[in-house]
């Protein structure tokens, strides 16, 4: 085998070693949000430094320096070759991504994961508001203070003959329905009540802070809306309004309580007034159990991911590979002896090396969280770290071989979809983590430490 492709092998599995380290820190320890989000915008940086450097800056030199019209029209075609593989890897990129991240290769993404569950949310959001709008009890409220509400509301479903709450049980909320129909046994009433669609129970039990005093079970499928005692503490003190319905609501199923029993309890006169003046005075990342449920939905979702992280690093192995290829001709070309380490692009490598290890470290928090067991997430990052050394040998050995117009398209296509990366993911992930300004100053830092292995060369 060439010595060139066992060098370029090596060097892809060294930039690829920061995935296994990455990730080893990130099954092993809880970092700060606010740290990953800074560590991401740091590789982040450093990638951007490093494609700048090694892919555009030369055939952008090349171009410039052209002396004669002959080289200044082959450097123009090398040049359109470079911008034109830039777009075809961009929009590969994002076909390739979609169509991983339909079978669950999102959730290796937290960026990913936010978008998917924002789109979701907007979609219910919309419908679920067309609906809530004919509730009565909400007929008087403006529509932005019924989206506050509706943003606030959680679907729960249950299947018939299901126990929803028990009576003496502590409040998990308020419950609306959306659809089916609900029966509550209550102690005051001889026959159960039935509630339908629009209609709400466990008003009284959340706003007087107590337990239910009723048993609800679902009597058929329903699917319910709910705002938890967490959640109303936050509605209230942006609505208002809500609480006058609510307190008109409590009292009204306050006194049918008292008429169905035919007394006047003091205890029940005393929770009235508690409820109501608990409505006078008053006192989002998914959770862990929802990425749970979001990978139990894809049958296949390990695989997807380990099938999203390997497009990730595709373009860079093969970069790797052409990149050295490039310096050994050059160094040939010049009469001299290439050798391991003047042929090494110091900033490529250093660049691709500080971004895996935030991605990897993220990826595996996230991968941790949706219940994957520890050793198959390294075993997918160490896979990968060999995959990435047999991708960087295989592009010195086509590098060696193909004309250096076709090279340059071909290294477009990496560069165009590695930019398209750090893009959607890196750094929408890292600026959903951590402060704004902290991520621009991170990136920065990124950014100036690749070049500075420049220095190297």
Request: aromatic share 6%.
């Amino acid at each position: 085998m060439d010595i060139y492709v066992i060098w370029a092998g090596l060097l892809g599995a060294l930039s690829a070693m920061s995935l296994l380290i990455g990730s080893l820190i990130g099954v092993g320890m809880r970092l700060p949000r606010a740290a990953v989000g800074m560590l991401a915008a740091f590789g982040a940086g450093a990638l951007l430094s490093a494609l700048a450097i090694e892919l555009v800056a030369p055939t952008i030199a090349a171009f410039a320096d052209a002396t004669t019209e002959l080289e200044r029209a082959r450097e123009a075609g090398h040049f359109l070759s470079l911008v034109a593989g830039c777009a075809i890897g961009g929009v590969l990129f994002v076909l390739l991504d979609q169509l991983v991240n339909a079978r669950g290769g999102y959730l290796r993404k937290t960026a990913y994961v936010m978008s998917k569950v924002a789109i979701e949310r907007e979609a219910f959001h919309a419908r679920a508001l067309a609906e809530i709008m004919r509730v009565p009890m909400f007929l008087d409220l403006p529509a932005d203070k019924l989206s506050i509400l509706l943003s606030h509301l959680r679907p729960r479903f249950f299947t018939a003959g299901e126990r929803i709450f028990n009576r003496g049980e502590d409040s998990h909320g308020l419950y609306l329905v959306r659809t089916g129909v609900l029966s509550i046994h209550h102690p005051d009433h001889d026959e159960p009540i039935e509630l339908g669609h629009g209609e709400i129970v466990g008003e009284i039990s959340l706003v007087a802070r107590r337990p239910y005093s009723a048993d609800c079970e679902a009597k058929t499928d329903v699917e319910l809306l709910l705002l938890t005692p967490e959640d109303f503490e936050s509605v209230r003190k942006r609505v208002p309004e809500l609480e006058r319905q609510l307190r008109q609501l409590v009292a009204s199923r306050l006194e049918e309580n008292k008429n169905a029993a035919a007394v006047a309890t003091l205890e029940k006169q005393r929770w009235a007034a508690l409820a109501i003046d608990a409505i006078h005075h008053g006192g989002q990342m998914p959770t862990r159990e929802e990425m749970g449920a979001r990978h139990a939905e894809h049958k296949n979702a390990a695989f997807a991911i380990w099938l999203g992280i390997l497009l990730d690093g595709i373009p860079e192995s093969f970069i790797i590979g052409s990149t050295m290829i490039a310096a050994v001709a050059a160094i040939t070309v010049a009469g001299g002896e290439p050798t391991f380490g003047s042929v090494l692009p110091y900033t490529l490598i250093a660049g691709l090396f500080l971004s895996n290890l935030p991605e990897a470290l993220s990826s595996s928090q996230q991968m941790k969280l949706q219940g994957i067991p520890v050793g198959r997430i390294l075993l997918l990052w160490g896979s990968l770290v060999v995959l990435t050394g047999v991708g960087a040998a295989l592009g010195a050995a086509v590098s060696e071989h193909i004309e250096h117009g076709t090279l340059i398209f071909v290294e477009g296509v990496a560069a165009g979809a590695m930019l398209t990366m750090i893009c959607a993911a890196m750094l929408p992930e890292a600026a959903h983590l951590a402060n704004p300004n902290a991520v621009g100053l991170s990136t920065l830092s990124g950014f100036l430490a690749s070049i500075l292995f420049k220095l190297l060369e």
